[in-house]
């Protein structure tokens, strides 16, 4: 909702703002849903080489490093300086998005004086980089009020989260100041005084309110009691008001009072105020009309001329101070009056609109015949003869806007009573889309938000799961071990029967298997570095097709393969990718354990650089209620195993920088998509 200035309720003051006044921000709701955070995703990696981050670091090492890991994040280092003076010339050149800053800088010049400079002449955001996190260092960093910290040493992720945290926090506040600066220059441009009482003293007044009491200077009047600009006819009552409002009590919000100029002229005023709180204390906030001309104008009149010209100026203050477009309808949906909104609106002086239909005026070249606007008018009409409200928040694809549309009936009073005139209808159509985009870019963060939370909750679980490994490791193995070695030693030395022979040998599978879990344990929780070779992604593919094609046949399973034959090498570890795909097509075998359907698509999307590879089955599926935790250790639907085959092959896919999404419908299969990089893609 835009906020009306001439509505004192919808306005704040700051006073540590140097007499800014401060217009409330609206809730942002959320939105979003699978759908939109997989389209994120892929849009992301675009974004991001839009931005342009200049790296401050007097080690041409460390510096070239944090440059490759921006690089494979896709953002764009632009430059790299090794001193202040260096990247205060460097940010003036190229208006870099954002800075990462050393503290720690050779020369005359640290990170923190250089971040001041840069700050103080060019409004670009700085993450601090070091190694130090004393206090005094933190005190002094405080001061230049930067956009995030990051201690070396320190993860790609803990990078990304702070870049993204930081252009996240500059772009809302560099909304806020424009926003401010544009409610400080309506203040101060309005057609109405402005001012802010507590006690009985000015605190803040605008220009317009100058011009209209004769003064020049604003400590002429700030600092002074409001009985300065009121007529001494009328200082009792507006003062009685005054104090009555800081107190809550029950007083008129709009009158009309007497003002005294500096020169002692008479001047007549109307009022508008209310109270509202300053440094934790009561006060009043008034806009103030000169209406000195209509005065003289309404003594020269008749009481029913001046009561109708009242009626209209009422009107007029009211409403065409909306920054909406406010229509009074007839009975058939005609316009009898519009505001001045209709002037923003792009529909010329208020009285062209008189005699047409709103649809004709807004929508002039449609020729729907089941147009929304139409039907909601007509039926909105309809509504207000019975006495109802009609709502609609709709995208005008015409306009290219969001509306916020309202009809509302209008009541007369007769004989003491209220009545619904069913000849007219209100109209008030309100602008929302700056509200909706604000909602839906609060939606993506909270969405980012969530993502970087379940990470982080990944990463603990599996600290955990490491600290449990290596303490269960050593303890378990040894004992094995030695099982083994027993059991290899008695087939291998005595002469036993077959029957011995044949557990000797399960004993020696079992510790084999036991020992295999352990390992994808410690795999697990710390797994080893990958080992990238440029390889045929497809033959890899149809060699894991070719394992479980028997079982495929035993099971009544359709295995059928669609390999592109364009697709291009990429950096792979064969082995692990191998056992991800193994594990997932297996998994898809055992959902369909009377038969059914498995296709196993493989192409690439060079426009994306990336190779997909789909793995869709006609299995039982997965419930909803499982979805969150596929890819948990331990968590296992089958009576056999232990729930760890998914989270590594997860695992494995995100050391190859790719990713993994799922798909499933209970009772209808799954499909898995996994997203593979191109070879210098």
């Known amino acids: 909702m835009v906020n009306d200035i001439r509505n004192p309720k919808s306005v704040r003051f700051n006073p540590d703002s140097g007499g800014t006044i401060r217009y409330p921000h609206l809730r942002r709701e959320r939105l979003g849903g699978q759908a939109q955070a997989a389209m994120r995703s892929e849009v992301k990696k675009t974004m991001n080489s839009a931005i342009h981050i200049l790296i401050v670091e007097d080690d041409f090492i460390i510096g070239e490093s944090i440059r490759n890991k921006l690089i494979n994040l896709g953002y764009s280092a632009s430059a790299l300086a090794t001193t202040g003076s260096e990247a205060i010339h460097t940010a003036e050149e190229t208006r870099p998005d954002l800075i990462i800053m050393d503290i720690k800088l050779q020369g005359q010049m640290d990170g923190i004086e250089t971040a001041a400079n840069i700050r103080s002449r060019f409004d670009i955001p700085v993450i601090y980089l070091t190694a130090h996190t004393d206090e005094e260092t933190l005190e002094r960093a405080k001061l230049t009020e930067p956009f995030g910290y990051i201690v070396k040493p320190f993860e790609p992720r803990e990078l990304k989260t702070a870049i993204v945290m930081a252009l996240h926090k500059h772009k809302l506040g560099k909304e806020l100041k424009e926003s401010e600066e544009r409610y400080r220059i309506a203040i101060e441009h309005s057609n109405d005084g402005v001012a802010i009482v507590r006690g009985d003293n000015h605190i803040f007044v605008n220009k317009r309110f100058l011009e209209i009491f004769g003064y020049e200077q604003m400590e002429e009047v700030i600092g002074k009691p409001i009985s300065l600009t009121v007529h001494p006819d009328d200082r009792r009552r507006v003062m009685k008001n005054n104090r009555g409002r800081q107190k809550n009590e029950s007083v008129p919000s709009i009158y009309e009072m007497k003002g005294m100029k500096k020169n002692g002229e008479t001047v007549y005023i109307e009022v508008s105020a209310t109270n509202i709180p300053f440094h934790g204390e009561p006060a009043s906030l008034a806009y103030l009309r000169d209406i000195t001309s209509r005065k003289q104008r309404e003594n020269e009149l008749a009481e029913n001329a001046e009561k109708i010209f009242q009626a209209k100026q009422e009107w007029e203050s009211l409403v065409d101070s909306l920054s909406e477009l406010v229509l009074l309808l007839d009975e058939n949906g005609d316009i009898i009056r519009s505001n001045r909104g209709a002037e923003s609106w792009s529909l010329g002086h208020p009285g062209n609109s008189r005699g047409q239909t709103p649809h004709d005026v807004l929508h002039p070249y449609c020729t729907k015949f089941d147009c929304y606007l139409k039907d909601f008018i007509s039926n909105g009409l309809k509504d207000s003869a ?27 009073q007769q004989n003491g009573t209220h009545q619904i005139n069913e000849s007219f209808a209100v109209l008030v159509i309100h602008d929302i889309t700056e509200r ?216 494995v896919i995100s050391s190859h920088k790719g990713r993994l999404s799922i798909n499933s419908t209970v009772g209808e299969g799954t499909e898995i998509t996994i997203k593979l990089p191109i070879q210098g893609g």
Request: glycine letters at 6%; charged letters at 30%.
């Open 436 to 651: 909706r985009q604000a909602q839906e870019s609060l939606a993506e963060a909270y969405e980012e938000l969530k993502e970087t939370q379940q990470e982080l909750i990944q990463i603990e679980k599996l600290a955990l799961l490491g600290k449990f490994s290596s303490g269960i490791a050593h303890e378990i193995r040894n004992p094995l071990a030695n099982i083994c070695a027993s059991a290899q030693f008695c087939i291998a030395k005595y002469e036993l029967d077959e029957e011995i022979k044949k557990h000797l040998r399960i004993m020696l599978r079992n510790s084999e298997h036991a020992n295999k879990i352990i390992k994808d344990l410690i795999d697990l929780a710390k797994p080893s570095e990958v080992s990238l070779e440029p390889g045929d992604i497809g033959n890899l593919i149809n060699s894991v097709c070719d394992l479980v094609k028997t079982r495929c046949e035993k099971q009544r399973i359709l295995l059928h393969k669609k390999i592109s034959r364009r697709l291009p090498h990429i950096l792979m570890d064969k082995e692990r990718i191998e056992k991800a795909l193994l594990n997932f097509i297996l998994n898809a075998v055992e959902a369909m354990p009377k038969g059914g359907k498995l296709a196993v698509n493989a192409y690439p999307h060079f426009d994306k650089g990336q190779v997909i590879i789909s793995i869709l089955d006609t299995g039982k599926g997965i419930p909803q209620k499982d979805f969150d935790n596929i890819f948990h250790p331990f968590f296992t639907t089958k009576r056999t195993g232990i729930g760890l085959g998914l989270c590594l092959a997860d695992q």
């Open 386 to 412: 019975a006495g109802k409200p009609a709502e609609l928040e709709v995208k005008d694809e015409t306009l290219k806007r969001y509306l916020d549309i309202r009809i509302r009936p209008i009541r007369t």
